[in-house]
């Protein structure tokens, strides 16, 4: 059974605001990715990461900025958010090479007033 | 780079019914792929996959797929659907030059009337 948690599961706050939203899992995995859901369902990915200290940027472009401190933690941050950035975000994590299989958390639905 | 395509954004399907979700990618190198599915306020769970070997894969739960690589196709099928199949359906793909990214299709929902 997958192990990955993200919080929070919903999320309403105003324009201008700075949000994190935090992803971590206990599987020892050394990929992380974060993908954004648009309301028609369509995921891109927005971020992901090979390991401890490497971030990569996504095939959407975003405003919002990632992390990777420690391995099983990978947090998002929007600085000022806005109505554009209200969707779905879902994190996943990876063995990476030989498997294929991507491991979701529940998702974290950002909606900005 | 990598693109996947599934032509049908919605399936209505009665009950005990038959399905086939459709999926087809493009890729210059050899791929791997999957099957995801997302149960309403979930995140997505494999469903199936194929790496290597026999062309056709099953999940647990009745649903098959089949690699055909002169047609890049990687379609879904269930010889009966049940209600509890309502979900969202998406396929993936990964080169196999590489794990960084997996790639989705945009979806297809599949409801199940009763």
């Known amino acids: 059974e997958a192990d990955i948690y993200q919080t929070p599961r919903y999320l309403v706050i105003g324009t201008g605001k700075k949000i994190t939203l935090e992803c971590s899992q206990t599987?020892?995995?050394?990929?992380m990715y974060w993908y954004q859901q648009d309301p028609g369902m369509e995921l891109h990915l927005i971020h992901y990461?090979?390991?401890?200290?490497s971030t990569e940027k996504g095939d959407l472009s975003s405003e919002s900025t990632v992390s990777r401190i420690r391995t099983e933690h990978f947090p998002l941050t929007l600085e000022s958010a806005r109505p554009s950035h209200t969707s779905q975000y879902l994190c996943?994590?990876?063995?990476?090479w030989g498997t294929g299989e991507l491991f979701f958390g529940e998702g974290s639905r950002l909606t900005v007033l | 780079a990598q693109s996947v395509t599934q032509l049908d954004s919605q399936v209505p399907v009665f009950e005990e019914a038959p399905v086939e979700l459709r999926c087809n990618y493009s890729?210059?190198?050899?791929?791997?792929l999957f099957w995801y599915v997302q149960y309403p306020n979930q995140g997505l769970q494999l469903l199936l996959k194929?790496?290597?070997?026999?062309?056709l894969v099953e999940s647990i739960n009745g649903f098959e797929a089949e690699f055909n690589k002169s047609q890049t196709s990687f379609h879904l099928r269930k010889p009966s659907v049940h209600i509890s199949d309502t979900a969202e359906y998406f396929c993936a793909v990964g080169e196999k030059t590489s794990y960084d990214k997996v790639i989705f299709g945009p979806g297809t929902s599949l409801s199940v009337i009763p």
């Open positions: 996943a994590s990876s063995l990476g």
């Open positions: 890729s210059s190198v050899s791929v791997y």
């Open positions: 990461s090979y390991g401890v200290n």
């Open positions: 599987m020892g995995h050394d990929k």
């Open positions: 194929y790496l290597s070997g026999s062309t």
